[in-house]
């Protein structure tokens, strides 16, 4: 896959484009249909494939949210539709000028001259242009003026809720903990990842030694403990998490300590994979350490439980 970095003054060389529009984050099961529809409908016509997503995401632009928005880091986000087998990931920047520009123009200046595309695939709710005022609608108006063609694809339904799959929705149950929705919606599990860290080792007091990341650049779960999945140097293991300020032993920021089951090596500095398999309980806050650690040794008992350990 290629990626290109582009701007409204940028030339883009890539030709005969199959072009879908979106931020994609998370890259849910409605994504990845549609994903698969720009794939496949490209090699049958003999096109390049391509994803175009704004950078930064215009709700991060216009600071009706913060930065810990995303789902997913960019990083994965270029990763998992690399895997797909998607040609062209293009990120073009949103800036004043970009979001001044009106819908028509936003296809003839940048979908028609500078991109040259000659398909495009949209959901059926599909926004472009200042104020979000172009939609398939113009889009269909314009395509034989300029030699485009336009495909609608219907949104996928989740089976269970019978409701279109939502950023939004998936947001909010990381957001409420609630990472079995997540699954269901992702078609994999949530995870955070980072390089371990020293704590304040407080933890291997009693005998409960955990790896710590900092949470990256994307949106955090709901303060608490968790069964999770572990992912380290290409092997699996079981163990349970915590994600939060610690507030018992006076933690000042915000961390996510693991405790892998049936381990025990020295692996400071070394990347790790936290995936959220179900919430055990939220973070409290508990008069010393030694209910805390009793506290502990029930969660352990329902996270092993939950593994089948």
């Given at each position: 896959?290629?990626l290109?970095?582009?701007?409204?003054?940028?030339?883009?060389?890539?030709r005969n484009?199959c072009l879908?529009?979106?931020?994609?984050d998370?890259?849910?099961?409605?994504h990845?249909?549609?994903i698969?529809?720009?794939i496949?409908?490209?090699?049958s016509?003999?096109l390049?494939?391509?994803?175009?997503?704004?950078?930064?995401?215009?709700?991060i632009?216009?600071?009706?949210t913060?930065?810990?928005?995303?789902?997913?880091?960019?990083?994965?986000?270029?990763?998992?539709l690399?895997?797909l087998?998607?040609?062209?990931?293009i990120?073009?920047k949103?800036?004043?000028?970009?979001?001044?520009l009106?819908?028509?123009?936003?296809?003839?200046?940048?979908?028609?001259?500078?991109?040259n595309?000659?398909k495009?695939?949209?959901?059926?709710?599909?926004?472009?242009?200042?104020?979000?005022?172009?939609d398939?609608?113009?889009l269909?108006?314009?395509?034989?003026?300029?030699?485009?063609?336009?495909h609608?694809?219907?949104?996928v339904?989740?089976?269970?809720?019978?409701?279109?799959?939502?950023?939004?929705?998936?947001?909010?149950?990381?957001n409420?903990?609630s990472?079995?929705?997540v699954?269901?919606?992702?078609?994999?599990?949530?995870?955070?990842?980072?390089?371990?860290?020293k704590?304040?080792q407080?933890?291997r007091?009693?005998?409960?030694?955990t790896?710590?990341?900092?949470?990256?650049?994307h949106?955090?779960?709901?303060?608490?403990?968790?069964?999770?999945?572990v992912?380290?140097?290409g092997?699996?293991?079981?163990?349970i998490?915590?994600?939060?300020?610690r507030?018992?032993?006076?933690?000042?920021?915000?961390?996510?300590e693991?405790?892998?089951?049936?381990?025990?090596?020295?692996i400071?500095?070394?990347?790790?994979?936290?995936?959220?398999?179900?919430?055990?309980?939220?973070?409290?806050?508990?008069k010393?350490?030694?209910?805390?650690?009793?506290?502990?040794?029930k969660?352990?008992?329902?996270?092993k439980?939950?593994h089948?350990?």
């Amino acid at each position: 896959m290629k990626l290109h970095k582009l701007n409204t003054k940028k030339d883009f060389k890539i030709r005969n484009l199959c072009l879908c529009i979106g931020n994609f984050d998370g890259i849910h099961l409605g994504h990845q249909h549609l994903i698969k529809k720009i794939i496949n409908n490209s090699r049958s016509n003999n096109l390049n494939s391509a994803i175009m997503t704004f950078v930064p995401h215009p709700k991060i632009y216009f600071k009706s949210t913060d930065n810990n928005f995303n789902i997913i880091t960019n990083d994965y986000k270029k990763y998992f539709l690399n895997s797909l087998g998607l040609d062209n990931y293009i990120e073009y920047k949103f800036n004043k000028t970009l979001s001044n520009l009106d819908a028509i123009n936003f296809i003839e200046k940048i979908l028609v001259k500078q991109l040259n595309i000659k398909k495009i695939i949209v959901g059926r709710d599909f926004r472009f242009g200042k104020d979000r005022k172009g939609d398939t609608t113009l889009l269909k108006k314009l395509s034989n003026k300029y030699h485009y063609k336009l495909h609608i694809i219907d949104h996928v339904k989740n089976k269970k809720t019978n409701l279109k799959f939502s950023s939004s929705i998936i947001r909010k149950d990381i957001n409420d903990g609630s990472f079995e929705k997540v699954f269901e919606a992702l078609g994999r599990h949530w995870f955070m990842q980072g390089k371990i860290i020293k704590g304040d080792q407080k933890a291997r007091l009693i005998n409960f030694p955990t790896a710590n990341i900092k949470p990256g650049n994307h949106i955090l779960p709901k303060k608490g403990v968790y069964c999770v999945k572990v992912i380290l140097e290409g092997k699996i293991y079981k163990g349970i998490a915590n994600f939060g300020e610690r507030p018992t032993v006076k933690g000042l920021n915000l961390l996510l300590e693991t405790h892998l089951f049936e381990f025990n090596s020295n692996i400071y500095g070394k990347q790790l994979t936290v995936e959220f398999l179900t919430f055990i309980r939220p973070e409290k806050k508990y008069k010393d350490f030694k209910i805390l650690t009793n506290q502990i040794q029930k969660d352990v008992k329902k996270a092993k439980k939950y593994h089948k350990i």
